[in-house]
């Protein structure tokens, strides 16, 4: 169990463009879903905390407004990067917290974005 | 934002040998947990700890929770060339709506056959 899947898996996108990502929990129920953003052998940096139904909760130096995050329901959130740039190509990972799991984060496979 | 200290950075080991790597951190942890991630994949639990002091093994792979709540080591056991990956530990302080991993750096291991 807890499985969770990200959708594209990769992207490559112009410069000024927008680009959305889903994260989907798939075998439970998700109170909380994380997005996090990994630069080239670095670790996990936290972006965002979203609960369903809410307004996320952005980490210092994350711009709520280039970053966009919907939790619209227990089994899904998106990350839109808004008027994307080449500094934001990264690798961007989702994770899911189940409230009826133990307190772990069950990650996402990643999505690679290539802003050309 | 906060990072633990893992240590070593990297590792070059034969297959069959052990492999120790640990986390240390300033602060308190009521949770550490240990991940591995792939090349171009998401990070994956190996072993999740919740007490101090616990010692929880997952196959080959064996973990502790420090006294302290300050540090955790993971050990390898016989490893084996599919153990090659990035191991992250992250620590947990949840409690009400203060719920955040905290990751440490990352230790790179290469299993050479």
């Known amino acids: 169990g807890a499985v969770v899947s990200q959708h594209p898996s990769r992207v490559i996108c112009k410069s000024g463009t927008s680009v959305k990502i889903e994260c989907r929990s798939l075998?439970?129920?998700?109170?909380?879903m994380f997005w996090y953003r990994q630069f080239p052998k670095q670790s996990l940096m936290l972006m965002a905390t979203?609960?369903?139904?809410?307004?996320?909760?952005?980490e210092q130096g994350v711009e709520k407004d280039k970053f966009l995050i919907n939790h619209a329901s227990l089994t899904l959130s998106t990350l839109t990067v808004t008027s994307a740039h080449p500094e934001d190509s990264s690798f961007y990972i989702c994770?899911?917290?189940?409230?009826?799991?133990?307190?772990?984060?069950?990650f996402g496979p990643g999505t690679r974005l290539t802003v050309l | 934002g906060q990072q633990l200290n893992q240590s070593p950075q990297s590792m070059f080991i034969q297959e069959g040998e052990d492999v120790s790597m640990n986390c240390t951190s300033s602060s308190i942890f009521n949770t550490w947990l240990w991940y591995k991630q792939d090349p171009g994949e998401g990070p994956v639990l190996l072993i999740a700890l919740y007490k101090a002091g616990e010692l929880t093994s997952n196959g080959r792979l064996t973990a502790q929770f420090g006294i302290t709540r300050k540090d955790s080591f993971l050990n390898i056991s016989a490893s084996i060339p599919s153990d090659v990956g990035i191991y992250f530990c992250?620590?947990?302080?949840?409690?009400?709506?203060?719920?955040?991993?905290?990751f440490g750096k990352g230790t790179l291991l290469t299993v050479n056959p």
């Open positions: 979203s609960n369903e139904g809410s307004k996320a909760t952005y």
């Open positions: 992250a620590g947990l302080n949840s409690g009400g709506s203060n719920y955040k991993l905290t």
């Open positions: 994770s899911a917290r189940g409230s009826i799991l133990t307190d772990t984060q069950y």
């Open positions: 075998d439970f129920q998700a109170t909380t």
